[in-house]
């Protein structure tokens, strides 16, 4: 599989080189510019098949100019100890829980790939790698358990002052360790720009062995493809009919990488997102991108501690307004209208439910008739634990769910007991240190 760059047709890289570079010189991100049609294997997957039987076929299918089949089995059997759950609520809307890995994030399966990704490879062609990324601490919990036992690479996060949880003794790097946090003045937009400033040092970032743990890394991002094919797996058996995925805005990585499982033949007919000032939805119900407002050549480099998902979005439809018409759907959320959905789906289905979960049930409520009267169906998708949005739910629903103890140690504090740094340089001299 190859890619290239949002803002360079004519740049074509290998699957390896886009992960380890991470960032193309162009200012742009990676792209796949040509995906695999999976038409037949789609068909043939259903209910039994396992989460890591199928991240180990589309890796394969990803990656076969450059590893074996075995190779590629190896990196998804070694990322996805747990697998997410899908049910089915009602005839005609499913649902996706994508938060049973270490820390109750769908960020953990991605981050998994990434690093079993790049610990086989390295294994089999020498290098060292090592993360720079922020962190409200939550990254850094679940680096402290996937990053044990792993020769080849190690991880800098840095946390606003007192924001340093969910590590262990044994995971910091002066005591032997792979991680090594660092606390940072500023804020959190400042700290964002200094390891953007750190990146914007091609010649170092290439010595060292530096890339980012985040959606900007098109590997982390592709780890989320899997979650679409899997869902649609548990359910064809199920529901015969068109089928539409709900989802929370976040940051778009989980859009785009549906959007990737439809290029690989998944047949799903739609996208309903909540409306955002990023993505929004136009007085005829169209959606709009307020970033192409901006020529590409007009706008800065994308930033490494940012994830650019909406520039991917953006390529990934070109000029093709109507394609992406028919495709995407935003549509308008108020909080009055959060806040019912999220009741709803507590009363009607013993669901508690964070935010970004209720917005999206949201957009299915306002669009279901639309959607069952073609004989279509729903697939939620739930992002994050709902134990993490306790205050939520305790002040929507009156009750609060149960955390589970795996992921209330990702919030035990920690004291670093180490000085504060505060500027660019102390920050690339750890990192130089640990390559």
């Known amino acids: 599989m190859q890619f290239t760059s949002t803002r360079n047709n004519n740049l074509t890289v290998s699957f390896s080189q886009a992960v380890r570079d991470c960032i193309p010189d162009d200012g742009g991100v990676f792209v796949p510019s040509s995906i695999e049609d999976m038409r037949r294997w789609i068909y043939y997957i259903d209910e039994t098949t396992p989460f890591a039987s ?12 450059e590893f074996s089949p075995i190779i590629c089995e190896t990196i998804a059997t070694a990322a996805f100890p747990t697998e997410p759950v899908v049910r089915q609520l009602d005839g005609s809307l ?33 290098g060292k790698a090592v993360f720079v990324d922020f962190t409200h601490g939550g990254l850094g919990a679940l680096m402290s358990r996937i990053l044990k036992g792993k020769k080849n690479i190690k991880a800098v996060l840095v946390y606003k002052k007192g924001t340093v949880r969910g590590l262990d003794e044994e995971s910091l790097a002066w005591n032997g360790g792979n991680i090594y946090p660092v606390e940072m003045e500023g804020s959190e937009a400042e700290i964002k720009a200094a390891i953007s400033e750190i990146f914007s040092d091609r010649e170092f970032v290439q010595a060292n062995g530096l890339t980012v743990a985040n959606t900007t890394n098109v590997c982390r991002l592709l780890g989320q493809i899997f979650f679409f094919p899997y869902s649609f797996a548990q359910v064809k058996n199920k529901f015969n009919g068109e089928f539409y ?36 939805r136009s007085a005829s119900g169209a959606p709009v991108l307020l970033d192409s407002l901006v020529d590409l ?14 520039e991917r979005l953006e390529s990934f439809f070109g000029k093709n307004e109507m394609m992406m018409r028919n495709f995407i759907y935003p549509c308008d959320v108020s909080e009055a209208q959060r806040d019912a959905a999220a009741k709803e789906l507590y009363m009607k289905y013993g669901i508690f439910a964070d935010k970004e979960t209720a917005s999206a049930y949201a957009v299915v ?12 169906a729903f697939i939620l998708c739930a992002y994050n634990h709902p134990s993490l949005s306790s205050d939520y739910c305790r002040h929507v629903i009156g009750e609060a769910p149960q955390m589970p103890e795996e992921i209330k140690a990702s919030f035990v504090p920690v004291e670093l007991k180490r000085p504060v740094i505060k500027s660019v340089d102390e920050l690339k001299k750890i990192a130089a240190s640990l390559s």
Request: proline letters at 4%; one cysteine or more; aromatic letters at 14%.
């Open 54 to 65: 199928i991240a180990g076929s589309l890796t394969s299918a990803l990656m076969h100019e």
């Open 94 to 126: 499913f649902m996706t829980e994508m938060y049973h890995g270490f820390t109750g994030c769908h960020r953990d399966y991605g981050v998994s790939y990434l690093v079993s990704y790049l610990e086989t490879t390295l294994q089999l062609k020498g």
């Open 245 to 280: 995925y709900a989802m929370g805005a976040g940051n778009y990585g989980s859009l785009m990488a549906g959007l990737y499982s439809w290029r690989f033949a998944l047949p799903v007919n739609g996208f309903y997102v909540p409306s955002t000032a990023a993505l929004a």
């Open 297 to 310: 050549k007009a706008r800065g480099e994308a930033n490494p501690a940012v994830p650019a998902n909406l």
């Open 365 to 376: 409520k306002e669009n279901s008739s639309e959607v069952y009267d073609e004989d279509g």
